[in-house]
């Protein structure tokens, strides 16, 4: 269902050297996971003899006895789609391997032997086991089968799912194998593991999983050995995690007293979307031949399980949040301060409304002259009050820039609209498209010219929400000189400015919290004459959190529209109609389409996320497509 698969990491309860006992809980956990509709069962390193059998590994009877145990498996899985990848030692050419067999339908599809035994402080594989790095891919014979053997083996599940295998110490190492497994075509990475715990050992493991999928660009499926492991020297927890991308998107909880399986969907089409829009992947050259092993189309879910974040780009943990508006904050008054001092301005120049984008651009704009040795009085504010400016952003819009210490000047900007009007032939009494341009291009001439007469740069207020649907004047609030909220979306905006509040005295910390509750609106057609703010952006176009959404999917993993509209009905289920959410997705797609000769000419601004809709850097479109195919 739209690339996205279910896998585990699959945990059984095991006895050392008791591979009956083994194989027994395997096969249930199996069983668990093709009930479960999973794609993929990783069980942990050596879990069919259990990791911590030592001495033991030189016994031909447990080799022996562990090889039968995995033909076994295979024919108890003969019917079943699922791919399974389970540890056991494997005896060849008179050396023995720490292996991964990796199981589909009644036949092993393939050995994987692990790369680096480790033979330090609390590990000595080398007494036992061969390193399969010297080793060339050859065809073993298993029973009445041709198996492939070696560390190069990518099995290809699907046209986007993709499995290569690594074993525990091989994610550690500096070049883990898995980076090479990645080149070669190998979206999911399994790694069967026996990491014992140390002290602070799973925070860095952690990292490891995680660092290793986003480096990879792939899904990362790590399954470590449990707690019934033998305890004479170490402990092990069972520890298992899912990550993709470098998200960690399931962990499980160490030191569980029962087996059992960690289940994650994972989006496999999204990986493949990753590496061929980043264009350095490709020039990676592979450094070996590598095997791939065709095999069945694993199980379709039918539903996906996977939590989708309604709010992508606004982190759901407050301390993640308070730091990445820091970061972010930094980034957009790093950037002003630059330009400032290189075109040597001496005042920075902003239409203030009360609203959100421009209390945000005068927030960044007093933290940049501030970096550059100014005080706040060198900004000049300009409230421009028009036909449709209510009380309540006024009062704000005053109130913010009393208490900011920053120079207010006021331009009622109707009189000259009203003479433009009857300039260029306009009925004043038509509230159409011109009525409301005329008020934004007024706006942003009066600024301009403001800025030339006092050697400053006008600092743009508009958001990367209104960049994605075009919603601003062509030449009217669409232009600036600096445009620092470009890479900012609204639904990012209100959690920087709170987090601004939240640093400020009790006075500007209220001024901000109103701001934040105030509707968005870009107040340019006539209230009722009762102050109230009338003209609602959201109630024209949708809820940017709808719109934010749309924008994250197609730009950063090119979903198809189709994808999109399935993923926003679960992430926002019970909070908009199936009907409301495809008719804001129809919108999007019109707007993002037709409104591109805007972003073709947008103003210089700093990028501060992994999105932008710049045409000088990230987002190069024609301003002609036509977004019929889309719909």
Known sequence: MYGFYRVAAAVPETRVADIAFNLARIKELVREAGRNSAALAVFPELCMTSYTCADLFQQSRLIRNALSAVLELANFAKKMDIVIVVGAPFLHKSRLYNCAFVIQKGKIKGIVPK?????????????????????KSEIVR??????????????????????AVEICEDLWNVIPPSSYHAIAGATVIANLSASNELVAKADYRRDLVKQQSARCLSAYVYSSAGVWESTTDLVFSGHSM????????????????????????????????????????????????????????PPKIASIRRKIDPHPFVPSNPALRDERCREIFSIQSAGLAKRLGHTK???????????????????????????????SNDIIAITM????????????????????????????????CKDHFKEIGHNPKVHDVTYENVQARERTQILMDIANKEKGIVVGTGDLSEIALGWSTYSGDHMS?????????????RYLISWVAENSGAELKKVLHDIIDTPVTPELLPH???????????????????????LFHTVKYGASPE????????????????????????TFIRRFFSQQFKRSCIPDGPKVGSISLSPRGDWRMPSDASYESFK
Not at 246 to 253: L, Q, S, T
Not at 263 to 287: G, H, V
Not at 566 to 573: D, I, P
């Open 528 to 550: 009722k004459g009762d102050g109230k703010i009338t003209q609602k952006t959201e109630e024209i176009i949708g809820p940017y959190e709808l719109h934010d959404f749309f």
């Open 563 to 586: 994808k999109i509209l399935h993923l926003a009905n679960l992430a926002f289920k019970g909070k908009y109609t199936a009907a409301k959410i495809s008719e804001c997705l129809k």
């Open 345 to 375: 301005s001496s005042k920075a120049v902003i239409g203030i409304s009360g609203g959100l984008d421009s209390t945000l651009a005068l927030l960044v704009s007093m933290q940049a002259m501030k970096l550059i040795g100014k005080k």
């Open 385 to 416: 009050p028009g036909f449709g400016t209510t009380g309540r952003t006024y009062k704000n819009a005053v109130k913010l820039c009393q208490l900011s210490g920053t120079e207010l000047r006021e331009i009622d900007i109707k009189a000259a």
């Open 142 to 163: 298993l029973g009445n089968s041709d198996v492939p053997f070696g560390r190069n083996l990518v099995f290809e599940c699907d046209e986007n799912f993709k499995l």
């Open 242 to 297: 899912i990550a993709e991308n470098g998200i960690m998107i399931a962990e499980n909880e160490r030191f569980r007293r029962k087996g059992g399986l960690l289940l994650a969907d994972i989006d496999c089409e999204r990986i493949a979307y990753s590496r061929f829009s980043a264009s350095s992947f490709s020039d990676n050259e592979i450094p070996e031949k590598y095997v791939f092993v065709k095999m069945d189309r």
């Open 115 to 135: 790369t680096y035994n480790p033979n330090y402080r609390e590990f000595y594989e080398k007494r036992w086991f061969t390193s399969g790095k010297k080793f």
């Open 481 to 493: 000189m600096y445009a620092v909220n470009c890479g900012v979306p609204k639904t990012l905006i």
